[in-house]
């Protein structure tokens, strides 16, 4: 796609002015933090409208706007089973059953919730879990933002992956959760309406004048193969759907992303509904990338390097609604960027660092956001797919953090060695499959092979298995126990 030099030009300076705005908002939320607490979770005091926005703004990235259009515009509506289906419903997941329990613990990160309910052994394991796993989410923004550069600016991939690095880290290391916060009410802003002009824009061209003939030819000139959801051909097709959307759905309610902005709202009501209201809203806009995916196969029925988004707004937009739509598309991917960084950074800062000698918890902080980009960059240069990158991310919190975080809020752990055992079951299967490059559960195996089990399901239906194989003879001990101890003292009130 060639782009003018005016183009060019004004998508320059706007971008730069941008950038030079949301560094401002970084300097203004510095004053703000004082302490740790201020810096990870914004001092406990996001309100409503503050913490729905940065949820929604975390989740709206590369994935939404970029890897799953594409993805759509060639295999169909199968292809958003992870973003933003199962993301979506990750976010209702957790204002129903997650939010409320965890915001009244009070804690930094989730890896202090495993160790108040399963101890220190149990907290440095998660750590050491949900660290890397950030690692290609982020690299995956990088990627994708980088290409953005190479089409609009011609910059080098290896260039344009630094750059962003660069940018990104910048405001994040300036005032953590607060920088954030900030700078993603503004981001998500762009891009929610950046999104309807292009959608509305889109659907008027198709229609020749009329948005309601235009939505209706993407229904009606579209194979109908192209609108399924969920397929139905196959128990093995249905089975790795299921796989994949509950590695959306499911994988990120451990991720420390999401409950740092839970145990920043102001009240546990608060955390309840931000996640409610950005799920709902996910959804919604959500859908527009897809709609606008089957849209561009009517208006570009021939295969294009080009991502799909970008080529639209370069094809009907006028140059300076492009322009805002460009940098509503920058703002998407830098808001999940601050937030990814900021969330492995600080369960380092807080759970691994302290370990070894460091008590400076602000410094610290900061040192392990340059940690946390410097892995991502060099893993974003490793050449994974987006999709394979974010993928996996979302999957080795779910196969190692999943089981042990919901059973220890809703039940009363009686020792630590079956939350142990559960993460490192989950993780060492997922390992494994990993390392062989096996992408169904045991395919060695002549029953499983032909039943082709998800990974997902599988390792963590294992973790499941293993958490309550130690935990019974445990909880059968305790109260064996109990029990004893309670006849003798009622021995001992009738002698008395």
């Known amino acids: 796609m060639e782009i003018e030099s005016s183009l060019?030009?004004?998508?320059?300076?706007?971008?730069?002015?941008?950038?030079?705005?949301?560094?401002?908002?970084?300097?203004?939320?510095?004053?703000?933090?004082?302490n740790a607490e201020d810096f990870l979770v914004a001092g406990r005091k996001l309100p409503l409208?503050?913490?729905?926005m940065t949820l929604l703004a975390t989740w709206f990235g590369a994935g939404t706007m970029l890897t799953a259009a594409d993805e759509v515009r060639s295999d169909g509506?199968?292809?958003?089973?992870?973003?933003?289906?199962?993301?979506?419903?990750?976010?209702?997941?957790?204002?129903?059953?997650?939010?409320?329990?965890m915001w009244r613990m009070q804690l930094l990160t989730v890896p202090d919730f495993f160790r108040r309910k399963f101890g220190s052994s149990a907290e440095m394991i998660s750590s050491l879990i949900l660290i890397p796993s950030y690692f290609g989410w982020i690299a995956a923004q990088f990627t994708a933002l980088a290409e953005v550069l190479l089409l609009f600016f011609g910059i080098p991939l290896i260039?344009?992956?630094?750059?962003?690095?660069?940018?990104?880290?910048?405001?994040?290391?300036?005032?953590?959760?607060?920088?954030?916060?900030?700078?993603?009410?503004?981001?998500?802003?762009?891009?929610?309406?950046?999104?309807?002009?292009?959608?509305?824009v889109v659907l008027f061209e198709l229609g020749q004048g009329n948005m309601l003939v235009g939505l209706t030819r993407v229904r009606e000139e579209t194979d109908p193969e192209m609108w399924t959801i969920i397929p139905a051909d196959?128990?093995?097709?249905?089975?790795?759907?299921?796989?994949v959307f509950a590695i959306g759905a499911l994988g990120n309610l451990p991720g420390q992303d999401l409950m740092q902005r839970v145990f920043a709202a102001n009240s546990e009501r608060t955390a309840k509904w931000a996640c409610l209201v950005a799920g709902v809203l996910y959804l919604l806009f959500g859908a527009i990338p897809l709609l606008l995916a089957l849209a561009g196969n009517i208006l570009f029925p021939e295969d294009m390097e080009t991502k799909i988004l970008p080529a639209l707004a370069h094809a009907f937009l006028h140059p300076v609604v492009a322009v805002i739509f460009l940098v509503a598309l920058l703002s998407a991917i830098l808001s999940t960027i601050d937030s990814a960084i900021l969330s492995p950074a600080s369960v380092m800062a807080q759970n691994v660092f302290p370990r070894l000698g460091w008590a400076d918890t602000l410094r610290s902080n900061r040192i392990a956001i340059l940690m946390v980009a410097v892995c991502s960059l060099l893993l974003s240069y490793a050449g994974e797919s987006a999709y394979a990158l974010l993928e996996e991310a979302y999957l080795l919190t779910m196969v190692g953090l999943f089981v042990p975080l919901i059973v220890g809020l809703y039940t009363s752990p009686c020792n630590s060695t079956a939350a142990i055992v559960s993460m490192l079951v989950g993780t060492g299967i997922w390992a494994v499959h990993f390392a062989l490059g096996w992408e169904t559960f045991l395919p060695l195996t002549r029953p499983l092979a032909a039943m082709q089990l998800p990974i997902s399901l599988s390792a963590t239906a294992c973790a499941l298995v293993a958490y309550f194989c130690v935990q019974w003879p445990w909880r059968t001990r305790f109260q064996s126990a109990g029990s004893e101890a309670r006849e003798e003292g009622a021995t001992t009130d009738e002698h008395g």
């Open 234 to 243: 196959s128990a093995a097709s249905l089975a790795g759907w299921i796989g």
């Open 49 to 52: 409208s503050f913490a729905w």
């Open 159 to 200: 260039w344009g992956i630094l750059i962003v690095a660069i940018v990104g880290t910048g405001y994040t290391l300036m005032g953590g959760m607060w920088s954030v916060t900030l700078t993603d009410a503004v981001q998500i802003s762009l891009v929610l309406v950046g999104l309807l002009v292009l959608g509305g």
């Open 77 to 101: 509506l199968t292809r958003a089973a992870l973003d933003p289906f199962g993301a979506g419903f990750c976010l209702l997941i957790a204002g129903l059953f997650v939010a409320g329990p």
């Open 8 to 34: 060019r030009w004004l998508l320059a300076v706007t971008m730069v002015l941008y950038l030079v705005g949301m560094y401002v908002i970084g300097v203004i939320a510095q004053r703000k933090v004082h």
